[in-house]
């Protein structure tokens, strides 16, 4: 018995050197080797690092509700960030957990540490890998190296705009439903709608439909456990960086593997059988995603490998989790933000009726949308759905005398960046759409201070189905309701992975022919 104790008690005390090893000795390494290079930052405690101020400044700001709309957001949306700026200024050193994070907030260091070659040193996050597995897996999001290349080949023909063409009639159809329903709450007196809630479930049924279909009840299926996969995940882990944190919340973790695990199967079941029924009939049968991955797959195989399943699997959920939250963002902020500046829907309005004379959009009439395409841009920059970017050095990367060493995470702070006065001037914070007339970055004074799609070879694959579904969503509510912000609306935006109006965005809707 007493053999068992020593045995047992020289175990955990290896477990416990090799935790403090591999979480305090090892970060306090890169911490001393950053702090040589001059990269200063809010001071660590071990085994949180900065996340109990992080907690206590949103704590803070979430208490305060503003009372008038603002767009100067940065400060409501990262107070940490804003407020050690102040101090260490746009590029220092702060802490999740034990995970150290150069926090960037300035495009030419930005560029100086990932252009050309050096791109290929940074990988993602692995902290944040582990956290979003069950919904991205090893997609074209999380997977790296060669890999990524190979992935990105194989998917990037599925995107082009022919496909993405074929694409239109589905994605207003879906809508016309959504807009009858509106049509019928105001017929029976209920003119207030929370359009944030309605627009993501109707980008939600557009994205499971132009990935894999939901005509059919396997479909609709994954469509329903990928719903709740994704409101089991919504929040961002508080604790993320901290040493075994998924193990604080076992609940929430059992959930997401289970559904993670049936959604996966689900998908395999779909993906198996229609690779049977192309082998058979020797064509691509289905013109979505899943479809033209298939066949760009067939494609590959002449001159690399194929995507596994498993893989075919990862990138349906990654298209399905990367790419409605963000489209359906753009649309609810740009319709609160037409509600508030009514110029701006006669605008679009009149720029629709010239475009389409009356018909409906097809594709040769989306790129003649130019003041839409301003809108997107305006509305993108001032509340950019993916309000960060990250990465993590896989090797040692030195540039002049910068020496960032590997295993250091990258976070680019974008909202910071798309708010910053020195890079777009004193009107920074103003709606303007019209800065993007004819000026791809709207006079930003740095080519890489306007990030919304990422940047490098990892910009999004997806902004091409982005912008020909926010024109086709848009121009359909706008020619049918006109809007107003209603007085129950409360202005709280909000980092949830995604930068979200924390309370809705409640608009008093009329019909066209009504108001005008
Ligand atoms: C307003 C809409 C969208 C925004 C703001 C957005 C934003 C982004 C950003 C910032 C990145 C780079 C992430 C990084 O650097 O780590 C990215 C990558 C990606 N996005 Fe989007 N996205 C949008 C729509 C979509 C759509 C509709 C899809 C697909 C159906 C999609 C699929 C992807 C994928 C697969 C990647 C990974 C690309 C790679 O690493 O090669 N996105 N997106």
Redesign the pocket.
Known sequence: MRALNIAMGALLLFLLSVAISVFWLLPLKVKLRLKRNGLRGPPPLFPLGNLLEISKRLKETSASSLNSVTHDIHSIVFPYFALWRKTYGKVFIYWLGTEPFLYVADPEFLKQVTSGCLGNKWG?PNVFKRDRKPMFGN?????EGEG?SH??NV?APA?SMTNLNAMINMMMETTSKMLQQWDHSISMGKNEIDIERDITINAAKI?AN??FGISNEEGRNVFQKLQALQAILFKSNPLIGVPFCKFLNPKRTKEAKKLGGEIDHLLLKIIESRTREEDDANVNTHND?LGLLLASNQESAKVERKLTSRELVD?CK???F???E??S??LTWSLFLLAQYPQWQKALREEIMEVSKGEPLDSTMLPKLTKMEWIFNEV?RLY???PN???QAREDITVGNIHIPKGTNMW?D?VGMHHDRSLWGDDVNEFRPERFEGNLHGGCKHRMGF?????????????N??IT??KIVLSHILCKFSMAVSPAYTHSPRIMLSLRPSHGVQLILGRIEESN
Do not use: D, N
């Open positions: 993602k997609g074209l999001l999380m997977v990524w992935h990105r998917i995107f994205i132009v990935t995603l990138e990654t298209f399905f990367g790419g409605h963000t489209t963002l753009a993108i950019s759905p993916a970017s990250q990465r680019v974008v990030l919304p799609f990422g940047f490098g070879g990892r910009i999004c694959i997806g902004r189905l982005t579904e926010y």
